[in-house]
């Protein structure tokens, strides 16, 4: 093991032992290993596997891989509820739970939805108006800012109904959903990729989500939430 190696282990260390409900080990789970020498030693496991398979030995080395202000990308060593070893991906946000908020408008009677193109998937999705919540918002002041931004929406009540995680194979950080009835709404946010919205009714709603008109989790998720609520 070389130094530059040495040294990122204990980077990850001080990493994990700074973020300690990201690297807690449930019963039956999969085990997040931090010891120096089990992650040196299922990192060299994996480069041969990786190797073995034609693929680069780089692979195999566990730490935070990319990290810029909104996001980081962890690679872990692990030991699967089988007994096997290998590394696994997990994308974090720095910052309090949950990171963001999604919350489904009423306005006149009707939800509003917004035409947002998406970079990940490069292509336009109907969904309800989401972002991150900065540092110190709670989740209801991160909603009315939220609806302010994107559709210029004034809020005279708002709702929290839950949590949602996006993709629990992938993502760490969760997301609040949230419902929220309006006086008034004006100009989308053309800057951020939203072209447009469109009030529908909650009949209109369900078959965009039969259609799959409707494919955003955060969307399906408020939803979901607010049918079981009684909301719509």
């Known amino acids: 093991m070389t130094g530059d190696d040495e040294s990122r282990h204990a980077d990850y260390a001080a990493f994990a032992a700074a973020h300690p409900r990201w690297f807690s080990n449930e019963p039956d789970g999969i085990t997040v290993v931090t010891e120096a020498g089990a992650m040196a030693r299922i990192e060299a496991d994996m480069a041969e596997r990786y190797t073995a398979r034609g693929l680069p030995a780089e692979w195999a080395k566990v730490g935070v891989r990319y990290e810029d202000p909104y996001l ?54 109907w969904e309800c108006p989401r972002g991150a919540t900065d540092p110190g ?39 609040a959903l949230a419902w929220a009835e309006l006086t008034a709404i004006g100009r989308t946010q053309v800057a951020e990729g939203i072209a447009g919205l469109r009030l529908v009714t909650p009949t209109e709603l369900d078959e965009m989500v039969l259609n799959s008109e409707i494919t955003d989790a955060f969307t399906l998720g408020c939803v979901l939430h607010a049918r079981l609520a009684g909301l719509i």
């Open 72 to 125: 980081m990308l962890v690679r872990d060593a692990v030991i699967f509820p089988g007994g096997t070893t290998g590394v696994h991906h997990r994308v974090l946000r720095p910052g309090a739970e949950p990171s963001g908020v999604a919350v489904l408008p009423l306005f006149d009677g009707r939800i509003v939805l917004v035409r947002h193109f998406r970079h990940a998937t490069r292509s336009w999705h």
């Open 137 to 175: 918002e709670t989740a209801e002041q991160s909603a009315v800012r939220e609806l302010r931004e994107e559709i210029e929406g004034e809020v005279a009540s708002i709702r929290l109904l839950g949590r949602i995680h996006g993709s629990t194979a992938l993502m760490g950080m969760s997301v």
